[in-house]
């Protein structure tokens, strides 16, 4: 903490005159700076206020507060206070730094709603005074946006509409090129990501059609004032599809090394077959969630079933109802289904051993089967 004079410019901005024998302000918040939009989950900040006394009156012990709300969920995650043991009378200003604040980031897909892999904070600057005489200046306001410090994911899929109908139905020898939208939703500029397409048969055990490996040079981050793109197209070669018999899964994934946060790194999309009904295999006439096997030790194969176009949700949960973490939450065609939970919470940790619950919701639908992690 250390005092300065306050000088003309800045007491103009503050307040031209004084309002009475006891009045402080807090008149800006310093760190963060009031400029900076975002700041990086993970790296220490010393908060910092620009206190001025504009009463006629020296002021002692008094304190100054700094909060950090976390907007989304309405929480405060920091609070500290110190006590100023002196001011001057006006125009004296001092800046106090409070106790060190390492703010959070938070892993999710982004959804429906346009929420993503960051944190809104609302950041409060309060200073109080018993003898107060003028209260409306006593808080500064500011807002930040807290990121990882390297995430890359995929946000999109698009192909050409296929010939046939219904929608998604490809015939054997059909030619599909497949373009990915990544973003870069971390505090820093990427360099060499690998993306990676590939084709799996959804009917044959998962098996590997197809795969192809695409690397993007560079991708600035959002927060940058040379205005470069955070966000790029991918166009893959040419996929030839191999059979009309079965259904098959493209996802798209970034291999980043040292990414704070998987779970925004794939997309996933599928195309169906008329060749299914040929065979006599028909499509799901009900809603159904099956896990083989209920013991892991590494990771969770999930099957679901979809009996026509639904918005399906697929959330782990422990034994005590609490949420650990989303694995699917979009909305998918008439088909059977498949994702994975990898044993990791939504921040990426890994979770205890014990009994976790997995949970599916679709159009009035719910069910839950468990699964017991261990070592």
Not at 80 to 94: A, E, L
Not at 116 to 131: F, K, M, N, T
Not at 330 to 359: I, M, N, Q
């Amino acid at each position: 903490m250390k005092t300065f004079l306050c000088v003309a410019g800045l007491v103009t901005l503050c307040v031209s005159v004084s309002y009475g024998a006891h009045d402080l302000t807090c008149y800006a918040m310093i760190e963060p700076d009031t400029g900076t939009e975002w700041i990086e989950a993970g790296v220490p900040i010393t908060p910092t206020l620009g206190i001025a006394n504009l009463g006629e009156e020296a002021e002692t012990n008094f304190p100054v507060e700094f909060i950090a709300i976390d907007e989304d969920e309405g929480d405060t995650v920091f609070a500290d206070t110190q006590i100023v043991d002196y001011i001057g009378s006006y125009p004296d200003s001092i800046e106090v730094e409070v106790g060190e604040w390492t703010p959070d980031g938070v892993c999710r897909d982004v959804g429906w709603n346009n929420e993503g892999p960051w944190v809104e904070y609302a950041l409060l600057g309060i200073v109080s005074l018993d003898l107060e005489e003028e209260q409306t200046n006593d808080t500064v306001r500011d807002y930040v946006t807290c990121l990882f410090s390297h995430d890359v994911g995929v946000i999109d899929m698009v192909w050409p509409e296929p010939p046939d109908e219904p929608p998604d139905v490809y015939d054997e020898g059909s030619k599909i090129t497949i373009t990915a939208t990544i973003e870069n939703f971390g505090f820093h500029v990427e360099h060499d990501i690998h993306v990676r397409m590939e084709v799996r048969d959804l009917d044959s055990n998962n098996v590997e059609l197809w795969h192809a490996l695409k690397n993007i040079k560079f991708l600035d981050w959002r927060g940058n004032s040379a205005g470069n793109p955070h966000t790029i197209d991918v166009c893959f070669p040419t996929y030839d599809v191999l059979t009309d018999r079965h259904s098959q899964a493209l996802s798209a994934s970034t291999e980043l090394v040292n990414d704070d946060c998987p779970d925004d790194d794939f997309e996933v999309s599928f195309l169906w077959y008329p060749g299914i009904a040929e065979e006599g295999v028909a499509l799901p006439d009900c809603f159904a969630l099956e896990i083989p096997g209920n013991t892991i030790s590494a990771g969770c194969h999930v099957k679901f079933t979809v009996p026509h176009s639904s918005w399906v949700k697929v959330d782990v949960f422990d034994v005590d109802g609490r949420w650990v973490k989303s694995i699917e939450n979009d909305v998918f065609e008439p088909g059977r289904h498949s994702c994975s939970w990898d044993r990791c919470d939504a921040c990426g940790r890994k979770v205890a051993t014990g009994v976790y619950l997995v949970r599916m919701e679709a159009d009035g639908f719910d069910a839950v089967r468990k699964v017991v992690v261990v070592n």
